[in-house]
């Protein structure tokens, strides 16, 4: 059974930095483009990010509000893709998903809050 | 930076046809996706490559296209089809996507 779930959440500072984790079970992470995308409290989904599966380069590519602040990266040995955040905001807040588009976890709540 | 239009609302009776439209100059040449998402739950694929449906989806569910808009139509709506509906799709160069804003559907 294909499952994605993600964790790290959290409150943190603004100017802080966060990351998340997403644990995938049921198929293999190199295999797959996988993205991450937001959703502030009330609001719709926002994408922030993806990086390619291997054979088509495994590149990353980022929302330009979150270029330049996130990375997404993935360690295939334990089938986890990440997402490292950096000088955070308060628009930064919102529940975080990874996804495969088909396949989505249950999110993870990042809270920017001084 | 690219943006996708959908309707903030549709209401539509049961049994009826609801019709979604997503907006956005990159539409001519790149696909589309549908999903949705009901209060608490995370979002659902419902059509990729602007018309195709994945494994599972009801058939009442379809896609399709026309120049900078593409639409998503729900035929025979039933009760549990309420909930909030999102295009998505990539700027012109590839090197992003973007989701509409979108439309929540009421079923009357």
């Known amino acids: 059974e294909v499952q994605l779930v993600e964790s790290g959440g959290g409150l943190v500072k603004p100017g802080g930095s966060l990351r998340l984790s997403c644990a995938v079970s049921?198929?293999?992470?190199?295999?797959?483009?996988m993205s991450w995308v937001r959703q502030a409290p009330g609001k719709g989904l926002e994408w922030v990010g993806r990086i390619k599966n291997k054979s088509d380069g495994g590149t990353t590519d980022y929302a330009p509000p979150v270029k330049g602040r996130f990375t997404i990266s993935r360690d295939d040995s334990t089938n986890t893709l990440y997402l490292q955040m950096i000088s955070l905001e308060t628009d930064d807040t919102g529940l975080y998903y990874c996804?495969?588009?088909?396949?989505w976890g249950q999110g993870t709540l990042v809270t920017v809050s001084s | 930076s690219y943006e996708l239009t959908q309707p903030p609302s549709v209401s539509v009776s049961p049994g009826q046809t609801a019709r979604i439209t997503c907006s956005g100059d990159?539409?001519?040449?790149?696909?589309a996706y549908w999903y949705h998402q009901k209060p608490g739950q995370a979002p659902v694929l419902l059509i990729y490559e602007d018309s195709k449906r994945p494994s599972g989806i009801p058939e009442r569910f379809s896609g399709s296209s026309s120049g900078t808009t593409v639409t998503l139509t729900i035929s025979g709506v039933q009760a549990e089809d309420e909930a909030d509906y999102y295009c998505q799709s990539a700027d012109s160069s590839g090197s992003y996507e973007v989701f509409g804003g979108g439309t929540k559907l009421t079923v009357l």
């Open positions: 049921g198929f293999t992470l190199s295999d797959a483009w």
């Open positions: 996804t495969t588009a088909i396949r």
């Open positions: 990159a539409l001519p040449g790149k696909y």
